[in-house]
């Protein structure tokens, strides 16, 4: 079975500041996609950025890109130029080619400090 | 007019008091999905439909069930609540056509269960 490790509880960031939330997953397979959603007070899950695992290249999103790394099943994400808007929980997501069972992560709850 | 919708937003229920949760969309999706999300555990499929004749259990479905009564409303059903299912609750919807995997999500239903 896949499963979605996010190691980082809680994070904190200064506004302006870059952070990193860190993602790994396991997987037998090789055709998958990775997102990372946001889910803001609201509790609504917002889509952040999307990676297919067959492109070597890099998603990114405005100020949000990420680092994969295929072979070490490593999916983090970047927030560049960190706005108070960005305070959410934070849910890495895993999905097989072709399959509906989605995985994700624990979460990591960033806070955006002014 | 928001594309995945869901109600009620927040119910407070009794053990044993059966609970129907609806998710209706307008994007025109085949694919519905029900979730739940429990802090520290982020979010489990509890089962998910290809069309309206096609249900399919996801990881945690004991406890559930579920009709498909359209291509745009799928409903959630407890038959005999109980206090470990006082979770948030999420509906999303995806696209077969649309690669990528990508999951649109509904606002939530905070459940209690007392």
């Known amino acids: 079975a896949q499963t979605v490790t996010q190691s980082q509880p809680e994070m904190s960031v200064q506004e302006a500041e870059t952070v990193t939330l860190s993602c790994t997953y396991d997987t037998s397979e090789n055709n998958y996609y990775l997102f990372w959603y946001k889910q803001p007070p609201s509790r609504q899950m917002i889509l952040v950025i999307r990676q297919e695992a067959y492109k070597q290249q890099n998603a990114t999103e405005n100020r949000f890109s990420v680092n994969f790394q295929k072979a070490a099943k490593s999916f983090s994400l970047k927030i560049s130029d960190s706005q108070l808007g960005d305070t959410a929980m934070y849910f890495c997501?895993?999905?097989?080619?072709?399959?509906?069972?989605?995985?994700f992560g624990a979460g990591t709850r960033l806070t955006v400090k002014p | 007019d928001a594309d995945v919708t869901q109600t009620p937003r927040n119910r407070i229920t009794k053990t044993g008091k059966r609970i129907m949760l609806e998710c209706s969309q307008t994007k025109g999706h085949d694919r519905m999905y029900w979730y739940r999300q429990d802090p520290g555990l982020g979010l489990r499929l509890i089962y998910y439909s290809f069309d309206v004749k096609d249900i399919n259990k996801g990881e945690i479905s004991d406890g559930y069930s579920v009709s498909r009564q359209a291509q745009a409303k799928f409903s959630l059903s407890l038959e005999s609540a109980i206090p470990n299912q006082t979770a948030l609750y999420f509906c999303a919807t995806s696209d077969a056509g649309l690669a990528g995997g990508y999951q649109f999500f509904g606002p939530g239903t905070r459940l209690t269960v007392l």
């Open positions: 997501a895993f999905i097989l080619y072709n399959n509906n069972d989605m995985r």
